[in-house]
């Protein structure tokens, strides 16, 4: 079959990926050539830079590089041209970033502060695809002893199990606990059945001595904390 674009080596200078890198920094070059870098190889019909085109576009509910927070390895096998290697390549590429973003929002992170706590778990919980529950324990000083997943629900309803939730924080000897869930629609207003279970989390834990501080929804890039709108 008859070659019908140019390899990266035929390429000018200009827009092979590592040498544009090289003079003019990764900032640079676009999305794909970026992902291409990753990737390093092409196929026999496929170079790089087109695979990686083909990654950016695979998802339509979630082009670009976002939708790389949304692809399974079974997903990104299905892919033509990614084999289990360079699945699991670009698997811990998304974890990379998610674990950098982390990082930058550590030093401030502070757990009387609501939004300091929604920057820190962002990345983590804002492109799940199903519910979660997060349960931050804190000591009487408000430091944090341990953050667990407490439950994983459907696409559009977690479960809190508040029984297991005050059973955790009496085995860790925590005095505060904090809920933190997800919203995979990306919006972060709070249901109906957040608030009350909020309400019934906070009178269990009242009967023992332990404080529900808090309990702040993740969306996409944004957060609601139910103290500070005044539901808890």
Same mark, same amino acid.
Do not use: W
């Given at each position: @079959?008859?070659?019908?674009?140019?390899?990266?080596?035929?390429?000018?200078?200009?827009?092979?990926?590592?040498?544009?890198?090289?003079?003019?920094?990764?900032?640079?070059? &676009?999305?794909?050539?970026?992902?291409?870098?990753?990737?390093?190889?092409?196929?026999?019909?496929?170079?790089?830079?087109?695979?990686?085109?083909?990654?950016?576009?695979? &998802?339509?509910?979630?082009?670009?590089?976002? !939708?790389?927070?949304?692809?399974?390895?079974?997903?990104? @096998?299905?892919?033509? !041209?990614?084999?289990?290697?360079?699945?699991?390549?670009?698997?811990?590429?998304?974890?990379?970033?998610?674990? @950098?973003?982390? %990082?930058?929002?550590?030093?401030?992170?502070?757990?009387?502060?609501?939004?300091?706590?929604?920057?820190?778990?962002?990345?983590?919980?804002?492109?799940?695809?199903?519910?979660?529950?997060?349960?931050?324990?804190?000591?009487?000083?408000?430091?944090?002893?341990?953050?667990?997943?407490?439950?994983?629900?459907?696409?559009?309803? &977690?479960?809190?199990?508040?029984?297991?939730?005050?059973?955790?924080?009496?085995?860790?000897?925590?005095?505060?606990?904090?809920?933190?869930?997800?919203?995979?629609?990306?919006?972060?207003?709070?249901?109906? %059945?957040?608030?009350?279970?909020?309400?019934?989390?906070?009178?269990?834990?009242?009967?023992?001595?332990?404080?529900?501080?808090?309990?702040?929804?993740? !969306?996409?890039?944004?957060?609601? &904390?139910?103290?500070?709108?005044?539901?808890?």
């Amino acid at each position: @079959m008859k070659q019908t674009h140019l390899t990266i080596k035929e390429l000018p200078v200009s827009e092979r990926p590592y040498e544009k890198c090289e003079t003019y920094g990764p900032q640079c070059l &676009s999305d794909a050539q970026l992902l291409a870098v990753i990737l390093r190889t092409g196929t026999k019909r496929l170079r790089a830079i087109d695979l990686a085109i083909n990654v950016l576009n695979h &998802s339509s509910h979630h082009p670009g590089l976002k !939708g790389l927070n949304y692809l399974s390895m079974k997903e990104l @096998m299905q892919i033509n !041209g990614i084999g289990r290697v360079k699945a699991i390549q670009l698997l811990c590429l998304t974890e990379i970033t998610k674990r @950098m973003a982390k %990082e930058v929002h550590r030093d401030s992170l502070k757990f009387i502060t609501p939004k300091s706590i929604a920057d820190y778990y962002m990345q983590d919980m804002r492109h799940l695809s199903r519910e979660q529950v997060l349960l931050l324990l804190l000591d009487s000083k408000s430091k944090l002893i341990k953050d667990m997943i407490m439950s994983t629900g459907t696409v559009n309803a &977690s479960i809190m199990p508040v029984r297991e939730i005050l059973i955790q924080a009496l085995k860790e000897e925590a005095v505060n606990i904090i809920l933190v869930h997800n919203h995979p629609s990306g919006d972060p207003s709070p249901s109906s %059945e957040d608030i009350n279970v909020t309400k019934r989390m906070k009178e269990a834990g009242n009967l023992i001595g332990i404080t529900l501080m808090d309990h702040i929804i993740i !969306g996409d890039n944004r957060y609601i &904390s139910l103290r500070e709108q005044g539901l808890l």
